[in-house]
């Protein structure tokens, strides 16, 4: 198990942390950076300025209780739905491919793509609001077309490392996936 | 290629024994169905396990052999358990062994036939039979429309769950039962049954025989003669409420049909409409019991001709702000007295009729409100129905409106080409030039003229009635919205995955577990659920929607020529 620091797309610092369950079997996990207690209470004291300011206008204390709620509610669903705390990839030969993201309230979402259905794993440019960057992804094969792709799984879009991170998850990613073409078959 | 063994997770702590399941030559998988425990006579094992093949059209064979020792390995029992591979000829023949109370297990094959000596790796996967057994595995949705290279493309994973699902008779035997063979599987201490469940199941016979019953009457009467006369008949289409009803008594024919649903999806659409009427009918019957308390239904009797006199006070209002100077504009004077008492006597008319029908609106109203007991749905039809006929006059308003302004645009189009000319060739369906005779300009151009200052009038009206009109329509068209909703919610799918989620899967996960050097990969295989979104996808219920006909663009150029707009459109209704 080793762990590396980079850094992602937008210069933050995200951690890799590889490995090895068995030789054809590897885990690689993209640490994002977590919730700043300094934006989070920047944000809440903003909101409940504002609120006050309202109140202060209003003369209504509804404005004051709908504000604590909302910052609530808010907070809540931030945590489930949108923050992102660690994206993984479990590369599993002969078996297929899990990509799992966590969000910080401990939710975890997976897929499974079965390693009949990988075609391969490339790293693909984009553009991104102003940038360009790099990604990586995962091609699906076309059940009908051997040459062909039928779907793009994007991944570690969340964290988005940047190409010096890429190129070793691929390099991993490659060692196993390479075993598939030189095994034997079974008869 | 790297052999990957299935194996269940209730046999972890079975004793010695050997393994049967089923080998998927194209994936090398084994997947593990029950341990065989010794003593038994090898000629048995075989006989059962071609029995059970024969029904289940699986194919059951012995995989290999399971040591649970508690001391260490025994020289002579792993050479009797290799002598087993002999008996049971089977390729590769597989041997897992547990020794003491570790969690780390080995395993390893014979190969006899092999011409590759290099040891291949082994994956063990550990699932939960019962969950696995009982789940339904979805392929994702854009795959499931494309069938026709199913056949080659059936993915690992559900031939694993096709598998254990198929077996289900391997796992009636329980421990308790006195038959040649001792087997360890998930039911294996006792074969699980719910009275409740079996008592439902028994008293459901009768209950579709009677329900078949009265529903072959009930449809019977609907399609005798003497409802299909014309003025009847058409009644009976313009109202939504039959149209539920006629919904609602399909949806009863599917329950209550005597077939057993053969596939899982026929199954889920037939929980899925009793749920639903079940739910329909319980708020139907609360929200009769809150009407019929304190006398509320009463109370809306009395206030309903109130308001519809208040209805017809603000269209009379709104009819002598139109004859006057409405908005500064100014109106050609004699038009403007026309339609406004031409209006207001129809205005007049329908108040009468309504207090005609005063004395009688309140018991019709209870009568009515009684047929809430059929759902909720039901009483929400009955209430679009109940606007829909006190706006009536609204809506013949917007058609005579709409007719005069229909003529007026058409006359001018036509009138216009004659001022310039031409004419419209109804052979060719073009305009083409045309010479007239002067007296024919002379009187063409007067009418041109007539037609075009009284347009602004009106156009005026048209307006109006035609916002009134798409008031109303934009109300009952919540109403119904919300109608559909309730009907095509599909309300057991959604329940299911809530309290059952592995009922429901979209697909599977793996966790690794501890590892040790030398010892095989040991993943945990879980159930992946499927997301709410795809759960009311894939199960909604089909209705009789209503959907807009027109697109935004065909349907302004309607209401700027004049044409008259039927919003809704139900299917199966012709088209005009």
Known sequence: MEERRYRSASGALIVLRRRQHSASCRELAVRC????????????????????????????????????????????????????????????????????????????????????????????????MQKVIYYLCILLQDPGDPQGVSAVVPLFQSSKPRLDCLIEVYKSCQEILEQRKTAPQSS | MVLKVFFPSCCSSAESGILIGHWISEQNSAVILAVVHFPF?????????????????????????????????EENLSEFLEDLGTIFSHEPWIQISKEGGSKFWSCSTLQKHSNNPKEEEIILVYYDQRKVMLSHLH??????????????????????????????????TDRYDDGPIKLTHWQSDGVEASIIVELM??????????LTFLLSLISGICRSRVLKFWPLSFLWSKLSTCEQLGHRLQHLQVISSNKKAQTQTQLMRKAN???SLLIDVALGILLMSWLYRKNRIGHLADTLIPMADHVAEELQDLLQWLMGAPAGLKMNRALDQVLGRFFLYHIHLWISYIHLMSPFIEMILWYVGLSACLGLTVALCILSDIIALLTFHIYCFYV??????????????????????????????????????????????????????????????????????????????????????????????????????YRLAAGVKFRVLEQQVGKPLRLLMQINPLSYGSVVQTYRLPTYSCYPKDSWTSLCKKLFLGELIYPWKHKGEKQD
């Not at chain 2, 199941?201 to 009677?210: D, G, H, I, N, T």
């Not at chain 2, 216009?416 to 007296?439: A, I, P, T």
């Open chain 1, 33 to 128: 950076p977590r919730l700043q207690l300094r934006s989070l209470s920047a944000v809440t004291s903003a909101v409940w300025l504002a609120a006050y300011g309202l109140f202060v206008l209003s003369e209504n204390s509804m404005v004051l209780s709908a504000a604590i709620f909302i910052t609530l509610i808010g907070l809540i669903i931030y945590l489930h739905f949108v923050k992102i705390d660690q994206e993984s990839l479990l590369v599993i030969g002969s078996l297929g491919i899990q990509v799992t993201s966590s969000y910080a309230s401990g939710k975890e979402s997976t897929t499974f793509i079965e390693m009949g259905q990988v075609k391969d794993v490339v790293i693909n440019e984009a553009i991104h």
């Open chain 2, 41 to 73: 006579i090898p000629v048995q094992v075989k006989q059962y396990l071609s029995e059970v093949q024969r029904v289940t059209k699986v194919s059951v064979s012995v995989l290999g052999s399971w040591s649970n020792s508690k001391q260490e390995k």
């Open chain 2, 139 to 172: 392929p994702p949705l854009d795959t499931a429309t494309s069938t026709d290279h199913k056949a080659d493309d059936a993915s690992k994973l559900s031939a694993v769950f096709d598998t254990v699902a198929k077996s289900k008779i391997l796992f009636m």
């Open chain 2, 201 to 210: 199941k028994q008293a459901s016979v009768p209950a579709c025989m009677l």
């Open chain 2, 273 to 275: 409409i009793f749920v």
């Open chain 2, 400 to 501: 005579y409106g709409a007719r005069l302004y229909c003529l007026k645009i058409y006359g001018l189009s036509s009138l216009w080409r004659l001022f310039r000319g031409k004419k419209w060739n109804v052979l060719r369906q073009r305009v083409d030039s045309c010479s007239y005779d002067l007296d024919q300009l002379f009187i063409g151009t007067l009418l041109f003229t007539i037609l075009l200052f009284l347009l602004p009038t009106t156009a005026l009206y048209y307006l109006v009635f035609t916002l009134l009109r798409l008031l109303v329509v934009i109300v009952q068209g919540l109403i119904h919205l919300l109608v559909d909703l309730i009907d095509s919610l599909p309300l057991y799918s959604i329940i299911l995955r809530l309290c059952r989620s």
